[in-house]
Each structure stands twice: as C-alpha cells, then as structure tokens.
T-cell receptor, first 112, second 112 residues
Framework: DAGVIQSPRHEVTEMGQEVTLRCKPISGHNSLFWYRQTMMRGLELLIYFNNNVPIDDSGMPEDRFSAKMPNASFSTLKIQPSEPRDSAVYFC??????????FGPGTRLTVT | GESVGLHLPTLSVQEGDNSIINCAYSNSASDYFIWYKQESGKGPQFIIDIRSNMDKRQGQRVTVLLNKTVKHLSLQIAATQPGDSAVYFCAETLSFNDKLIFGTGTRLQVFP
C-alpha cells in the first residue's frame, strides 16, 4: 500500500488566495483526520470524518476553513481566503481504529 | 514583536543507552494512551499503545508505562540508536473511536 497520499507537498500562495489541500487515505480505512502543525501550537486536530461523515469539526479555526469527503478515497481541506497565519504543515491521517492513525507526509503551506 | 514558539523539551542520550521519555496527560477519564514518533520532515508514526486497565506494555525495544494515580505516561527505548532521533508525542483518547489529544512532544537526540 502506498500509505496516505497528500498533495501538493509544498504550496506557496499570496494572502487572499484560495488554497486546496488534497488527501487520499489508505484503502479500507474508515476514518480520516486533518491536522495542522505549527511551532506555536503544536499538532492540532482540525476535523475528522468517519465513513465520509464529518464527526467533529470543533478544531476548524474559522469559516475560512472547510473540509469535504465526497467518497471513501478522497478528501479536501480548503482555505478561502488564505492569510499569513495559516502558514503551517497540514497533515492528513487515516485509520481503521481511531487511535492507530497513519499520517501522510504533510503539505507545507506558506502564505505570504 | 517576537513570536514565541512551543519549547520542546529535549532529551540527549548516547547511542546504546536507554532512553526514557515522559508525558503528563490531562484527562483522568482517558482510556487509551498512545506514543507517536515524528522524524524530521515526516508525519507522526504510531509506535505503541496502552489501555487504561494496564500499567505496562512491551514492544520491540520499547516499553510504555502508565501511572494513572499521577496521570503519567512514559516511553522507554532500549539500546537507543541514531534512527531513534525524532520528536515523540504522547496522545490520549477517551474511547476506542474518539479523537486523539496530542501532547506537545519531546525531542530525542542520539549522539555517537
């Protein structure tokens, strides 16, 4: 198995632009998680899905952030409009059992 | 003004020595505790877990100890190797299918 796949690996954009991060979970996993990691706040859970349904989005910072999971093999995290404080590494993870999560390589986002 | 990031505690050990990484967890109701390893430029990787009804669990070269009385978790790595250099996170969860709450992490540096 290729593991969790994330794209792009790096994204540099200007403030105000829309950013879309993509994730393909491991086949057969029924839970998918989006995390953000920064030096200031460490690893934060943004949202997670179970069987394609959002279960907990309490970590989504504000309305500029949205996430979708249209099917079991694909999820997106969108930021519109992006701001410099959104600069971080964004990880997607998937699991069969929630506490044993498999993380992707991350997307490093820089908003200038 | 100057931004203040998380100050990661650092443990420096000599190759071949045993390492002990400690973690204080927050919720006495948590039922599962997990250790993750994050190497530079990669996503966190599951190492080992322990349930609240246990106080010790052993894996390959790693042992996790749980002390519920003082809400303390530790990860012991035997015969530490250069490949063990990484940031180690403890995580807790209320139940089998609930979200993980990650700690701030400890950086392990292994020198020859």
């Amino acid at each position: 198995d290729a593991g969790v796949i994330q794209s792009p690996r790096h994204e540099v954009t200007e403030m105000g632009q829309e950013v879309t991060l993509r994730c393909k979970p491991i086949s057969g996993h029924n839970s998918l998680f989006w995390y953000r990691q920064t030096m200031m706040r460490g690893l934060e859970l943004l949202i997670y899905f179970n069987n394609n349904v959002p279960i907990d989005d309490s970590g989504m910072p504000e309305d500029r952030f949205s996430a979708k999971m249209p099917n079991a093999s694909f999820s997106t995290l969108k930021i519109q409009p992006s701001e410099p404080r959104d600069s971080a590494v964004y990880f997607c993870a998937s699991s069969e059992r929630t506490y044993e999560q498999y993380f992707g390589p991350g997307t490093r986002l820089t908003v200038t | 003004g100057e931004s203040v990031g998380l100050h990661l505690p650092t443990l420096s050990v000599q190759e071949g020595d045993n390492s002990i990484i400690n973690c204080a967890y927050s919720n006495s109701a948590s039922d599962y505790f997990i250790w993750y390893k994050q190497e530079s430029g990669k996503g966190p990787q599951f190492i080992i877990d322990i349930r609240s009804n246990m106080d010790k669990r052993q894996g390959q070269r790693v042992t996790v100890l749980l002390n519920k009385t003082v809400k303390h978790l530790s990860l012991q790595i035997a015969a530490t190797q250069p490949g063990d250099s990484a940031v180690y996170f403890c995580a807790e969860t209320l139940s089998f299918n609930d979200k993980l709450i990650f700690g701030t992490g400890t950086r392990l540096q292994v020198f020859p």
